[in-house]
């Protein structure tokens, strides 16, 4: 796991960020609790969404959140002055009926005011809320399947730096496991916006050792005292950081930032759809 200290407090400082966004969203989460302890009455029956998984309640749910929630949470949910809905545990943890609630009721002690929509309305916010948080895999995602491996082992170059079911090549992912993984939206997001997240674990690095010779690839560990690069040959190098003369990160994403150019938006679609079936568990939905 990599840490880099903080000098001031001698604690790890990706482990301070991490806090204060977990507290962020706790208090969002203490707060639909809350809500749902007011309303004892309701029962696990009037937990679930009525309208729950229906595409034109998604869809009605959509141009209902653009129009009413995106102004703070951003228009895919990305997050802004509000937090994030997508990459967001708390959306995922909380009931359809503490959803339902937190929107009908607002947050309280937050910026979040109550909503005058009827409960078809805010029903079908939560819906949208879900399918923006659903596993892929767990979704129907248009597309071509057939049409997507074979752009992604053709003409869209994906396979040169991933692996599915053991083919392909490094340094980037695995992406076996995919679909299981990110949502619909976080796998676009990669494709099109590649450079909007980095995870740490995936940074593009080149360093320069103290005899002079250069390698280049993919952080797959980095601490204070040393780092682990995967390279475009798939190997690994374990260095010393008292070996290092120069330790370069690059800013942006190894992934090619012009898909959105190079790709169709069909082909982006069918991309789409072979990523969001990569599973290494069994299911009858394969």
């Known amino acids: 796991m990599m840490w880099r200290r903080s000098h001031a407090s001698g604690i790890p400082a990706d482990e301070c960020i991490f806090a204060a966004k977990r507290a962020g969203a706790c208090i969002f989460l203490v707060a639909l609790s809350l809500l749902a302890q007011d309303r ?11 309208v729950a998984g229906q595409p034109i309640a998604i869809a009605a749910g959509k141009k209902l959140f653009l129009e009413g929630c995106s102004g ?3 228009p895919n949910g990305e997050g802004g002055r ?3 809905l997508v990459r967001a545990w708390f959306v995922r943890d909380a009931t359809d009926r503490h959803l339902f609630e937190a929107i009908k009721n607002g ?10 929509l009827p409960e078809q309305s805010i029903w ?3 819906a949208f809320l879900r399918s923006m948080n659903a596993l892929a895999f767990d979704v129907e995602v248009p597309g071509d399947f057939q049409a997507g491996r074979n752009i992604f082992f ?15 090549g490094a340094p980037g992912p695995d992406l076996s496991n995919a679909g299981r993984e990110n949502s619909v939206s976080q796998l676009r997001e990669a494709i099109l916006k590649p450079d909007a997240r980095i995870a740490e674990r995936n940074r593009a690095v080149r360093v320069i050792t103290s005899d002079g010779r250069e390698i280049a ?6 601490t204070n005292y040393s780092i682990v690069i995967l390279d475009a040959e798939e190997n690994l190098h374990l260095l010393m950081k008292t070996d290092l003369r120069e330790v370069i990160f690059r800013k942006k994403s190894m992934l090619p930032g012009d898909y959105e150019n190079r ?22 939905k394969e």
């Open 82 to 84: 509000g937090p994030n």
């Open 263 to 284: 790709l169709s938006p069909g082909d982006v679609q069918d991309l789409l759809a072979f990523l969001a079936r990569q599973s290494e568990r069994s299911s009858n």
């Open 72 to 74: 703070c949470h951003g």
């Open 124 to 126: 079908q916010i939560v």
């Open 217 to 222: 690839g993919v952080a797959k560990d980095n």
């Open 154 to 168: 053709g003409k869209g170059g994906c396979a040169k730096c991933h692996t599915i079911s053991g083919q392909g």
């Open 40 to 50: 004892q009455e309701v029962t696990s029956k009037d937990e679930k969404n009525p």
């Open 107 to 116: 947050v309280p002690g937050s910026d979040m005011p109550l909503s005058h």
